[in-house]
């Protein structure tokens, strides 16, 4: 079974800068990608930014936020800088990963539980 952990999430002043981390772990057998999605009140969920052969970022945040990967750690981050309120969201992290189950390598897409990031003005 797969599990993936967040942490880094909190409460700050716009301009401000917070860190979150991913770290998957269980029958990991390879990363397809992982990355951040983020779900505001009453918006849909959209994707942050993705790092897989390539690093995808959402308009609103390129330049200001840094996706990066340790893949000894199986380990994403998100490095967010010069918060604004409206990066206000809960925080999800997304992994496509290669996975044991059972006997056979399987490719499956996991969700963390969210970390919740608050941006005041």
């Known amino acids: 079974q797969v599990q993936l952990v967040e942490s880094g999430g909190g409460l700050v002043q716009a301009g401000g800068s917070l860190r979150l981390s991913c770290a998957a772990s269980?029958?990991?057998?390879?990363?397809?990608?992982m990355g951040w999605y983020r779900q505001a009140p009453g918006k849909q969920r959209e994707l942050v930014a993705v790092i897989s052969r390539n690093i995808n970022y959402a308009d609103s945040v390129r330049g200001r936020f840094t996706i990066s990967r340790d893949n000894a750690k199986n380990t994403v981050y998100l490095e967010m800088n010069s918060l604004k309120p409206e990066d206000t969201a809960v925080y999800y992290c997304?992994?496509?990963?290669?996975?044991?189950?059972?006997?056979?390598?399987?490719?499956?897409?996991?969700w963390g539980q969210g970390t919740q990031v608050t941006v005041s003005s």
């Open positions: 269980g029958s990991i057998r390879g990363i397809n990608a």
């Open positions: 997304n992994a496509d990963l290669y996975t044991l189950v059972e006997v056979v390598t399987t490719r499956r897409v996991y």
